[in-house]
């Protein structure tokens, strides 16, 4: 049976844009990847240009990544690249390795077969996804049709199997097959349509709509890591507010960050408006100034964070010591980490910000003290959080001018303390040691009276 045409047209041939027609052009794709497609060429296989390097490419952008696709099975592309390693489990590839630049090689896949999945009964999702198969089911098998293009480097030309070019003329983001069911398949892909939908400034098939507004709850079922990465995608893909729109008004947003959905709910204002920080993190990002991983991930607590503690000194009629804040900064953390399963790294980063980018409120620090503050190596997390702040509220800016030129007279960074050392006062750090040099100095007498 041949695979239905996502319009619902039935099988068709492939449209083919020959070199002229197109305005993709070598000298605008990574010299890494041509060796990569030459390389795959001359051993004899196909190999194409995929996903969605192409789609940027025909919309006139320059692409972060070029992934490639090849009838070459995963071990005879690791013979072929010595400097390439296998990675996955649930989808089997190959990284080829060119210094910082890593492209994605994969082999054309098929729909997997459901008796080969581990989940239960009429439960969709695909927890196996290594079933090879021809470019024209590959490229069936991916999510959306504008991500289903391919460039052949033999003749240059743009292969569609799907209906992706004519969706990029609509601007338009549509599931490819029947969407409930690729929903179901990988709950990932709805928070990758509200993404795509927000960066390139698409609209969205009503389908596919419809399709996760009806299954946003499935969402619990995919891992949280992977939940995670496409959550600090999202965040840092340049258009985060457009895209947590989408998620808002699809149902996605109440489920997946209830942390956000909330201060937004609230209507809240100031530091407490979530959707008042996205833009500004879309001007670090059009800037070159991608922000890191423990800085989006905290941006969303961060509004929780301060109404709670607005509310807390309000009710307390006084400031809170840095020990409650660190304390409220870790009842709000700890829900967070369970539900996205961080690891501990992750987790240790996100509370070294928020703590960090407290403690750069606080007034009176001496010139002296700044810098050997900003020699901490969370310093950045902290600062950047804080420069976010500014530029959101418009407030602060002369502290932060002064926190930069700290970080600027730092010299090289140093080992990290932890917050809760940021707690204590120099006296009690003082005592810690004396008690552990007291308890070496018994242990030597014990073992000279033996």
């Not at 457009?242 to 808002?248: D, Y």
């Amino acid at each position: 049976m041949s695979e239905p045409h996502p319009d619902g047209q039935g099988s068709r041939a492939p449209r083919i844009l020959p070199r002229p027609e197109h305005p993709i052009s070598r000298s605008n794709i990574s010299p890494n990847a041509l060796k990569v497609l030459y390389r795959l060429r001359q051993k004899g296989f196909k190999a194409y240009l995929v996903g969605g390097s192409v789609r940027d490419l025909l919309l006139g952008g320059s692409p972060k990544d070029f992934d490639i696709s090849t009838d070459a099975r995963p071990p005879e592309v690791r013979r072929i690249f010595r400097n390439s390693r296998l990675i996955g489990r649930r989808f089997r590839l190959v990284h080829v390795v060119f210094g910082p630049e890593i492209l994605e090689v994969s082999t054309f896949r098929r729909n997997p077969d459901p008796r080969h999945q581990k989940s239960d009964g009429d439960d969709l999702l695909v927890t196996s996804d290594n079933t090879y198969g021809t470019p024209r089911q590959d490229a069936f098998r991916r999510d959306f049709t504008v991500n289903g293009l391919f460039y052949d480097i033999e003749d240059f030309s743009v292969i569609d199997y799907v209906g992706g070019l004519e969706d990029l003329e609509r601007k338009m983001i549509r599931v490819i097959g029947e969407p409930g069911i690729r929903m179901q398949e990988d709950p990932v892909r709805m928070m990758r349509a509200c993404e795509f939908a927000g960066r390139l400034g698409f609209g969205m098939d009503p389908a596919t709509q419809a399709a996760i507004q009806d299954n946003c709850q499935r969402l619990d079922q995919a891992s949280p890591a992977r939940i995670t990465d496409e959550v600090i995608q999202l965040l840092r893909c340049g258009s985060s507010g457009a895209s947590i729109q989408w998620m808002l008004d699809l149902g996605l947003l109440e489920i997946l960050l209830p942390e956000a959905y909330g201060m937004i709910g609230q209507g809240a204002g100031g530091v407490a408006d979530f959707g008042r920080l996205l833009p500004t993190i879309d001007s670090f990002v059009a800037e070159g100034r991608i922000p890191s991983e423990a800085t989006v991930l905290s941006i969303i607590l961060l509004p929780e964070i301060f109404t709670r503690r607005d509310e807390m000194e309000r009710r307390k009629g006084r400031p809170m010591s840095r020990a409650a804040i660190r304390q409220l900064i870790e009842q709000c953390v700890e829900p967070f980490s369970r539900r996205f399963a961080l690891s501990r790294n992750r987790r240790s980063q996100m509370l070294h910000a928020l703590v960090g980018f407290n403690r750069l409120c606080e007034p009176r620090w001496s010139d002296n003290a700044r810098v050997q503050f900003a020699r901490r190596n969370y310093f950045d997390d902290a600062l950047q959080l804080f420069e976010i702040l500014v530029r959101a509220t418009g407030e602060g800016e002369e502290a932060l001018t002064v926190w930069q030129e700290a970080a600027r007279q730092r010299g090289p960074l140093g080992r990290a303390e932890a917050p809760d050392e940021d707690a204590s006062s120099p006296g009690q750090r003082s005592a810690r040691r004396r008690r552990r040099r007291r308890r070496g100095g018994r242990s030597r007498r014990r073992g000279k009276a033996t």
